[in-house]
């Protein structure tokens, strides 16, 4: 008698990853509008030095609550199978990149057609706390990287993936699970094998 391998197995459904990169799609949208909405404050707010703080203090309450909600959601996906801790890292990865991309996308806009004459002072006043040379940032000004969507849109993927990935380190620890315990098995009733039932109901 071979042994039967897929007795234990546990069927993956097929959509999961779908709903997976659909969960991605839909926090990271939902996050990229909370991070936009932040930058509006912190430019509404930005004649207020004394509230300088509230924009980071908001940002990374954003990341850090829509972080946890949906890979909390994604985890229950993987019930049968168990969540790990790279799967759920690799969850927030995703859901990082759809949101830095929008997140990029913002920024541009405000840089390019909102108020480009108090971004063009930010950006030069942070080079320069960065350490750069005036020719340095005259040249980077010049080339116009900033008014490039593409290239705004790449560099907030690229720092979400950073900063929300530094988050999701220490998330994936709370919110990966492992498979849900089978079922017990319902033992047998030792009365419907016993032969002595039937020769005694056949006696009756």
Known sequence: MTPNHTQNSVPVDPNRKKLVWKEAATGGLYLGLALVAVMVISYLGRMDATLSWVPGLLNFAALVLF?????????????????????????ILKMMLFAGVLAGVG????????????YTSVIETTL???GFKEEDISLTMETGVMRNPIVMALS?????????????????????????????????????SNPGNSTSHGND
């Open 67 to 91: 972080i946890l909600f949906y890979a909390r959601k994604v985890s229950h996906y993987y019930a049968s199978t168990g969540f790990y801790y790279p799967q759920s890292l690799a969850f």
């Open 107 to 118: 920024q541009f806009i405000l840089q390019n057609y909102v108020d480009p004459g108090y």
């Open 156 to 192: 907030g993927a690229i720092s979400m993936l950073l900063y929300g990935g530094m988050i999701g380190l220490v998330v994936s620890a709370f919110v990966k699970r492992p498979p849900a315990a089978p079922a017990p098995k319902q033992e047998p009733d030792p009365s419907d």
């Open 128 to 130: 320069k706390e960065s």
